[in-house]
């Protein structure tokens, strides 16, 4: 059955999601995108069907909403908390992984405890550490690998520190956005040892990222695929925006030239800008927050309506965030439109810097 819902994977994924079936990690009750569009709550007791299917279909399945404070029967309003990842993007990150027999593997991020199972039967349960930063899933999750079986060590935590007293690790699985790689991952990984993760640095697209780590203590690597992916609770990107005195300037740039930018365009301007980026469709217009996350006092908002020459660019504070993201954008356009595939990142103990080509052609 899992064959038919996703792109073959290598060879030992696949043993491997056939030996740890995907039901056994699903709750009775989740959020799922529904056969013919939208998103709907599946219940095992009231609708087996329907919760059947999605389980055995190639999407992701919600399980927690607003961190555990509202109930996953009342819908798919409020935030999305923790999932069960659909089961190709979770192939393609143990693909990227490339674990084998031996190798000592964390995972950051235990969720219903799915990975960790597939990461057991790749590696062995007695190599495999997860952390999970939620105590309600964390003991759900042990729950659910007692039953298969199935006997990782499971850590209650916050994954960004990792797990020194477990160390060193040949692989680091990570399975929530990042956009502030920890380095205390870096540390804990065997030179050669890889780490995959979920880059996602608040502007339009996440990237799957696989470095590797150096015996000079940084790790390098470069960007492979979309990863979207919930954030960890210690790097949620929220909000900042403070109310200020606005001034109005016009622009000539559609703003969906940057909310729809390629993967490539999206890393590149939010590593020479440091800003994000986040969208609302109204009925008649679409409004475009620029936000700086270091200064909630500064901050763009762009205003598209259909048919218009040009667009009202409202700012407050002294830096042009609109100005700087559209000449990033042409600074992209200048270099020849390099995708996604073109960029990487070293991260040393001073913190992490994007590139293009080369580690000496850094960005910002």
């Known amino acids: 059955m899992i064959d038919a819902i996703i792109a073959r994977p290598a060879a030992r994924t696949h043993a491997a999601l056939h030996a740890v079936p995907r039901h056994l990690f699903i709750p009775p009750v989740g959020i799922a995108d529904a056969s013919g569009g939208g998103e709907v709550v599946i219940d095992r007791d009231a609708d087996p069907d329907t919760w059947w299917d999605a389980v055995y279909r190639n999407v992701p399945i919600v399980t927690q909403l607003d961190d555990g404070t509202t109930d996953l029967r009342s819908g798919t309003s409020g935030l999305y908390s923790s999932s069960n990842s659909a089961p190709g993007t979770v192939t393609d990150f143990l693909d990227l992984l490339d674990p084998c027999p031996g190798h000592r593997v964390l995972e950051i991020g235990t969720g219903t405890g799915w990975t960790a199972a597939l990461l057991s039967h790749l590696v062995g349960a007695h190599n495999v550490t997860s952390i999970e930063v939620d105590a309600a899933l964390a003991e759900q999750a042990a729950k659910n690998l007692g039953e298969a079986g199935v006997h990782p060590h499971l850590i ?209």
Do not use: K
């Not at 996602?200 to 960007?223: E, I, K, N, Y």
């Open 156 to 364: 209650t935590g916050d994954g960004a520190g990792g797990s020194p007293e477990r160390a060193p690790f040949d692989r680091v699985h990570v399975t929530c956005g990042i956009h502030a790689v920890p380095y205390a991952w870096v540390e804990q990984t065997r030179p050669g040892g890889v780490i995959v993760l979920p880059y996602d640095p608040g502007f339009v697209a996440g990237h799957a990222l696989r470095l590797t780590a150096r015996p000079d203590g940084t790790a390098s690597g470069t960007f492979d695929g979309g990863a979207e992916y919930m954030m960890m609770r210690s790097q949620r990107i929220i909000a900042n925006a403070e109310d200020g005195t606005s001034r109005e300037t016009r622009t000539r740039i559609d703003p969906r030239t940057i909310t729809q930018a390629s993967p490539g365009a999206a890393l590149a301007i939010s590593a020479i800008t440091g800003l994000h980026i986040s969208s609302h469709q109204e009925t008649s217009r679409l409004l475009t927050w620029v936000t700086d996350p270091a200064d909630p006092a500064c901050w763009s908002l762009v205003i598209y309506v259909p048919d218009a020459g040009d667009y009202e660019v409202h700012q407050v504070g002294d830096r042009p965030l609109w100005e700087e993201v559209v000449d990033a954008y042409f600074r992209w356009l200048d270099w020849g439109e390099p995708g996604r595939y073109r960029f990487g990142m070293t991260v040393t103990p001073d913190g992490q810097r994007v590139w293009l080509d080369t580690p000496d052609h850094t960005l910002g």
